[in-house]
């Protein structure tokens, strides 16, 4: 059995949900659903003995140490995170304590739950700490990707906090010699994706008729990827990854914001036809303060050690994702309230857009 933090959020569930589907090993998912986790993403497995959920928080460390005395995971894969630039910018807080205090508490646990391990249970445990290509910094235009080797230089607060995890995930390798795995992706899209996130507020803002906020000139570049690609590459990552290794994984889909919200305006038109183009709704507002201009990934590492490569492309993870949006019109109402409508005034009143 696997120990999975983080499983009720967006890549933690569609990983919680490809991993059970592709084979029968039990998931003993921790979470502690935050405004960002969502028990509806697991509605599929209600009833379905091999998930096994406990809320709880990954910096209890009673809690933490108690699943894996009693469950004796194999691996550890840690999901759980506050995961939104812009609130780190707006409370950073609450990302030193979950981001680096949370991932410091997974670490102790598991290196005493590890130490008492012996045989192959001790040779075979891995620990892998799900982390993000921001830690890299900011990419000039003509900048080759970020590689495993591209010094660190985190921007964001959130950024910063992940940075600051890897860094422990590292040392407890290297001093401990914990078997620790550490995968750095680009920017995911795909069902479950809370709508604070560009791709999920467009498309709900859109089908609202609401402003679709885009930040500063919307020339930031990212490289987005299917999350399903994503998980895919993490159960790789588990099954095959040198321990003490750092993975890069990405799409090689890089574009610019402005290109991303014209295809989905592009695809919504197609299949949710309204009387006024939905681009004409495109509305640029004050841009996120340290925005970082540009992100690429270089997946050469796993996919030459690995042979891992993403299965989806741009334009068919794009569509495949404007489509779940439209099919699940209660998921997105009930996700939508409440706290997610605070949300929305506080960070959009302050740039001049309407929430
Ligand atoms: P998310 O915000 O959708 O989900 C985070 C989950 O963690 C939620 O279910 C939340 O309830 C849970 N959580 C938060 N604090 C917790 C705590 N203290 N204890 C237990 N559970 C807690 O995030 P996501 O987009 O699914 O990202 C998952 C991981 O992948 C994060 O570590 C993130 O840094 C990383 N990542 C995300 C992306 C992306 O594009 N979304 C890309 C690369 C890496
Ligand atoms: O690169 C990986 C990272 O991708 C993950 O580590 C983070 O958890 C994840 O949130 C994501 O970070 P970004 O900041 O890139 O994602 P976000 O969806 O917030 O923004 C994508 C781009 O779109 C970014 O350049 C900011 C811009 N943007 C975002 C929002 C919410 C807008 O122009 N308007 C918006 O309203």
Redesign the pocket.
Known sequence: MILVTGGAGFIGSNFVLQWLAKGDEPVVNLDKLTYAGNLRNLDSLRGDARHIFVKGDIDDPKLVAQLLREHQPRALVNFA?E????RSILGPAEFVRTNIHGSFNLLEAARAYWDGLAGEAKSGFRFLQVS???VYGSLAATDAPFRETTAYAPNSP??AS?AAADHMVRAYHHTYGLPTLTTN????YGPFQFP????P?VILNALAGKPI????D?K?V??WLYVDDHCSGIRRVLEAGRPGEVYNIGGNSEKA?IE??QTLCAVLGELRPAAKPYASLISY?KD?PG??RR?AIDAGKIRGELGWQPAENFAGGMRKTVEWYLANAEWTRQVSSGEYQQWMNA??EARGAAA
């Open positions: 995170a995961s939104h630039v812009d993000t290509d921001e959130y950024a992940k992706c680009s920017n995911n604070e996130k560009l791709i507020l906020p885009v930040y500063g919307g930031n990212r490289d914001n991303v919200v507002v996120r925005h970082d992100y960070n959009y």
